[in-house]
């Protein structure tokens, strides 16, 4: 009897079927509320979000690739120098401010780059989610394909690399185009701390 | 003298400052958890749960936790789970919720109308969570996940941790993925493994220092979806009990510790 009783346990499915990426996006949409400036239909995904959740972030070449330009075309590049003041831009990578539901429309937002990224050696409290950018316009000059590239891996981290963990700090609106422009001189500029 | 010892002290390379800067955080950390006043959230959350409220003017007493009713010791480690009279995979919030409701009488709007309190005045959940979860103190972590039911909320607490979403884009697994990774100076367990999921579970909830309060589980999920730029989650609502049941049944056989002390 006990035996048969552990034949049914071990017979019966270990895991029921799993939920579609439609219904747990349903689920968010249905479990989470408009609140302060973050709108319910945040929790809704676009095609990176569902692509790189369904991939385990790990699409194949070619979609990463149609993922990439798409994202790509995203990009507002301005016309001109795209070295903005690296004063300004410590500031703004200090700042791990704006876009929750608590933060008060109107008070400008921070790029939170310190929660994940190494920059200027005499800043010790700095994340290692993302690759240390210490000495990175030291490496690379600042020409104007340098600037290009750091202004555009700042507005739109996924035209880059598609499932990137960066967030898409001009396309989600959270930095304006003065405010990246700042974070490339901070970046690039040889007189920034990031670059001593 | 002193523009030698800060010549000295500049020369000493900032890998060694941030070492010693990570080992003064667990100094402090550690002395945070010596005298913790979890202990007095412990002692009113008895209280509460003996003193005859609501319409009924009952108490919590007889409410089931998931081992028969009015029995505490361990029945934390053993949630979120399955409770027939409800038909749901409940957390301990949501059960609390549902005990105030069938024994005291009182209504869900009511009972949940201040989860979340603060320094000046805690909210009555959040003294309740503080002595049921310490009386699962020593007790292994045991959620179980045989019910159907169980199993399906497992399944999507797996599906809503690595879901990417909101204006950053992000998912739980995005800060908590990847070992030995932190933000700014602060450590993250990867709580999709058992080690880290231990680590983060069994001492949550927890006295946290920055604010005077005691933080139950939907407060913590609800920071990190906070802090994540996602509106915000429903308290108690299916995707975050499921989540906390699948992190929960990831810390499987740690020893509960809580409640912590945070910084």
């Known amino acids: 009897m006990k035996i048969l009783v552990m034949a049914g346990m071990l017979a019966a499915p270990l895991a029921l079927a799993e939920p579609t990426a439609r219904e747990v996006q349903d689920i968010h949409l249905r479990d989470f ?4 400036m973050v709108k319910k239909e945040a929790v809704a995904q676009d095609a ?16 990463a690739k149609q993922l990439e330009a798409d994202q790509m075309r995203s990009i507002a590049f301005p016309a001109g120098s795209l070295l903005g003041d690296w004063k300004r831009g410590e500031n703004i990578a200090q700042s791990g401010r704006g876009m929750t539901f608590t933060d008060a429309a109107g008070t400008p937002n921070g790029g939170s780059c310190y929660n994940c990224h190494q920059m200027a050696a005499k800043e010790i409290s700095y994340g290692t989610l993302g690759p240390s950018l210490q000495g990175f316009g030291k ?5 104007a394909e340098t600037q290009k590239y750091a202004y555009g891996k700042i507005y739109n981290a996924k035209a880059y690399n598609a499932c990137s963990q960066m967030p898409r700090l001009g396309w ?10 700042d974070l490339v001189a901070y970046l690039l500029d040889p007189a920034s701390p990031v670059n001593q | 003298m002193s523009r030698l010892v800060v010549l000295c002290l500049s020369l000493i390379p900032f890998t060694v400052a941030a070492q010693d800067a990570k080992k003064e955080i667990e100094k402090y950390q550690q002395m945070l958890g010596e005298g913790s006043p979890a202990e007095l959230w412990e002692l009113e959350g008895e209280a509460l749960w003996k003193k ?22 361990g029945a934390y480690a053993r949630l979120p789970r399955y409770f027939k009279d409800t038909d749901q995979v409940q957390d301990l919030e949501s059960r609390l919720v549902s005990c105030m409701s069938a024994l005291q009488g009182r209504s869900r709007a009511e009972a949940t109308k201040r989860v979340f309190g603060n320094a000046d005045t805690p909210s009555e959940l959040e003294y309740l ?11 292994k972590m045991a959620a179980p996940v045989s019910h159907p039911k169980e199993r399906a909320s497992y399944e999507l607490g797996k599906k809503v941790f690595f879901y990417r979403a909101g204006n950053w884009d992000f998912s739980c697994a995005s800060c908590h993925g990847e070992a030995d990774k932190r933000i700014r100076m602060q450590e993250l367990p990867v709580l999709s493994e058992p080690a880290g999921a231990q680590l983060a579970y069994t001492t949550w909830p927890a006295y946290r220092v920055s604010s005077s ?19 915000e989650p429903e308290f108690a609502s299916e995707s975050t009990i499921a989540l906390t049941h699948y992190l929960a049944v990831t810390a499987k056989g740690g020893a509960y510790r809580g409640p912590g002390t945070k910084r």
């Open chain 1, 33 to 36: 509320h408009t609140k302060g």
């Open chain 1, 48 to 63: 990176v979000q569902r692509i790189c959740t369904m991939s385990n972030d790990r699409p194949s070449a070619e979609v």
């Open chain 1, 139 to 143: 490496k690379r000059g600042a020409d």
């Open chain 1, 172 to 181: 989600s609106g959270t930095l304006t185009e003065q405010q990246i422009k």
């Open chain 2, 52 to 73: 005859p409220q609501g319409p009924s003017n009952a108490s919590l007493e007889k409410c089931d936790l998931g081992l028969g009713a009015g029995k505490v010791p």
């Open chain 2, 129 to 139: 969570v503080a002595w049921i979860v310490g009386q699962s103190r020593g007790h």
């Open chain 2, 213 to 231: 309060q005691l933080k139950t589980m939907q407060w913590r999920i609800n920071d990190c979806y906070r802090q994540m730029r996602f509106p």
